[in-house]
């Protein structure tokens, strides 16, 4: 059974930065794409950064275009875990911040920028 745990969030000034962490169990997490997702009060969930599986020719990443720049998604494969960093944080950055991987998502944590 694939469990997801998010740790990290908090609540920051504008400006500030902060590092979401994902501990995963229960898959074979090296080689698993793992994303991260956030959702905004009042809006859909939407998807803010995912990495692929690693391999011999590394790890690829892609972000959405509101993230670029100041997001950065990364994985230690020994120790589980897939990390967000965010860097520059936004009052409208505010929300849930949920990981996924092998369809399974985490339980989310929140998020709070004060302007």
């Known amino acids: 059974q694939v469990q997801l745990v998010e740790s990290g969030g908090h609540l920051v000034q504008s400006g500030g930065s902060l590092r979401l962490s994902c501990a995963a169990s229960?898959?074979?997490?090296?080689?698993?794409?793992m994303s991260w997702y956030r959702q905004i009060p009042g809006k859909e969930r939407e998807l803010v950064a995912w990495?692929?599986?690693?391999?011999?020719?590394?790890?690829?990443?892609d972000y959405a275009d509101f993230v670029k720049g100041r997001f950065t998604i990364s994985r230690d494969n020994t120790e589980n875990t897939v990390y967000l960093q965010m860097n520059d944080l936004k009052p409208e950055d505010t929300g849930m911040y949920y990981c996924?991987?092998?369809?399974?998502w985490g339980q989310g944590i929140q998020v709070t920028v004060s302007s």
């Open positions: 990495i692929s599986g690693s391999s011999s020719y590394g790890d690829t990443t």
């Open positions: 229960g898959l074979t997490f090296s080689s698993s794409p």
């Open positions: 996924r991987g092998l369809s399974t």
